[in-house]
């Protein structure tokens, strides 16, 4: 148990409203992401952060900003969801092995109608 | 361009068999890959990696080839058991302190009975 958790795991939003998931982590690892998944694309990577307030972007970051105000949390907001944004979103932290592989949360699913 | 493909999206293998699942990954100066796990309504679990400067590592049951010449990666369960049905993935890392994961689109595994 890597110690993420994210919220909310379920959210049914209206196209043009804006929507913020959170991810918390409760080991104060120094590396976090943000994937999307959906079918044909596999994992996707929209934004990753490598410190309070370091963040870059992934493949697909149009339309999602990202901010990490303190290391246990980094939130992924959609200003304005549209229908493309449906999909489900996964969270990871990467490990303190000189290696590091990642490790994942649970996912939330957002649908934008 | 940045892309991590597997070849094949599902592998029908039947139990007892050993399965393999191939990746192709494009960027030469990717230094660390990844395979994941992903059963359904889960996060992506981590199997095995291998750096670069390795050709074959072996874990419990699995084993990842690297081929660095034609940029290939492969996954090999041995005993393939109906608990191994999900998808899998491969990931790499691109290296250079940037530890910016790219993941390919996944294959399904199925294990007949």
């Known amino acids: 148990d890597a110690g993420i958790t994210q919220s909310p795991r379920h959210k049914v939003t209206e196209t043009g409203t804006p929507v913020t998931l959170r991810c918390h982590q409760t080991?104060?690892?120094?590396?976090m992401y943000w994937y999307r998944q959906d079918p044909g694309h596999g994992l996707r990577l929209i934004h990753y952060s490598y410190g309070v307030k370091d963040t870059d972007k992934g493949e697909v970051s149009d339309g999602y900003s990202v901010s990490r105000s303190k290391t246990e949390d980094f939130l992924l907001t959609l200003e304005s969801a549209t229908s493309s944004q449906t999909s489900v979103y996964f969270c990871a932290i990467r490990g303190d092995r000189s290696t590091g592989e990642l490790f994942f949360g649970e996912g939330s699913r957002l649908t934008v109608l | 361009g940045e892309s991590v493909g597997l070849h094949l999206p599902t592998l029908s293998v039947q139990e007892g068999d050993n399965s393999i699942i191939n990746c192709a990954y494009s960027?030469?100066?990717?230094?660390?890959f990844i395979w994941y796990k992903q059963e359904s309504g889960k996060g992506p679990q981590f199997i095995i990696d291998?750096?670069?400067?390795?050709d074959k590592r072996q874990g419990q049951r699995v084993t990842v080839l690297l081929n660095k010449t034609v940029k290939h990666l492969s996954l090999q369960i041995a005993a393939t058991q109906p608990g191994d049905s999900a998808v899998y993935f491969c990931?790499?890392?691109?290296?250079?302190?940037?530890?910016?994961?790219?993941f390919g689109t996944g294959t399904r595994l199925k294990v007949l009975a």
């Open positions: 291998i750096r670069s400067n390795m």
């Open positions: 960027n030469s100066a990717s230094d660390y």
């Open positions: 990931a790499e890392n691109r290296g250079s302190g940037t530890y910016k994961y790219i």
């Open positions: 080991e104060n690892h120094r590396y």
